[in-house]
């Protein structure tokens, strides 16, 4: 490792607290990235039900299993994801993949709480079986979440953390043999960069552990 001056890259430094909220979403989703997206069902109160993306979506922990959403106010009110994970203590988490994308994208509309996404989207719904909530019944990974935690951003959304009590699986996505890791090239995840800007499965590249 050399320490040559030259080589230092001279970085514009951007302070978050000079830039406006805007900037600083660009700056952030621009560059955490890929991001898988998280597509969240849920059951209303009066039984609609909800589906919308989030790409603010992590894997946090394997032991619990816990996953997290951030999710965001629109025009200082909860969403309607957040309403309904707080209302039923539960949601599913939908893989999004590449034969979904276009049915993801429209789940982002913004529409009356009242009005059943599954159907707006013309996807096929069905039940977990470990939480009270509705799934994406063609889709080939979902995680079946239980509310663990709901954390709130002082005031800009929740954090809210999931523990998956169901991990459903298409038999027909492969794993790698001798494990449980399902196999990528299978699954066709698709990774949001910024804006409307999305991304599909790379090159894989394996490199073993020094
Ligand atoms: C790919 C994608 C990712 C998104 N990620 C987030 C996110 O992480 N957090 C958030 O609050 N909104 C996110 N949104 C916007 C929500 O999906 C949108 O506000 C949606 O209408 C919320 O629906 P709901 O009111 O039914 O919960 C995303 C939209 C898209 C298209």
Known sequence: MTHDPSEAIRHRVISTSGTDGRGRYQLLTSLVVPRPIGWVSTR?????????PFSFFSAISASPMLISLSIG?????????LSNIRDQGAFCVNVVTEGQLAAMNQTA???PADQDEFAFAGLPVAVAETVEAPYVANCPAVLECR?????NLDGTGSLIIGEVMAVRLDPALGTIEGSEYVDSEGLKPVGRLWGSAYTLLGEIKILERP
Do not use: W
């Open 147 to 151: 509310l663990f935690k709901d954390v």
């Open 109 to 111: 509309a913004s529409l």
């Open 44 to 52: 209303g109160k009066d039984g609609t039900l909800n589906l919308a």
């Open 73 to 81: 106010t629109r025009q200082g009110a909860a969403k309607d994801s």
